[in-house]
């Protein structure tokens, strides 16, 4: 006959979630909503994204006006 005691073990549930974030002021202000408690601890892993313009600079050389105009022209796009 066993007489220790039952004990019973509940897991945790963990949500891993990606979403988009801003930083803003100090502050990291999520794009879309969390399904999380006020107050609850959660843990961050930030991943910058690159900014295509920046990081694009430079490798065209061309006049300012010139891509000014097709970056708002509907002459330069694709008939997909």
Do not use: C, F, W
Not at 4 to 19: A, D, F, N
Not at 31 to 53: A, C, F, H, M, P
């Amino acid at each position: 006959m066993d007489h220790h005691p039952k004990i019973e073990v509940k897991r945790s549930q963990v949500m891993h979630k990606t979403i988009d974030a801003i930083y803003e002021n100090g502050v990291i202000k999520p794009l879309g909503r969390l399904d999380i408690s006020e107050s609850q601890k959660i843990k961050i892993t930030v991943e910058t994204t690159e900014n295509i313009v920046a990081s694009t600079k430079a490798i065209i050389k061309a006049d300012p006006d010139v891509v000014r105009h097709v970056a708002v022209s509907d002459e330069y796009l694709y008939d997909l």
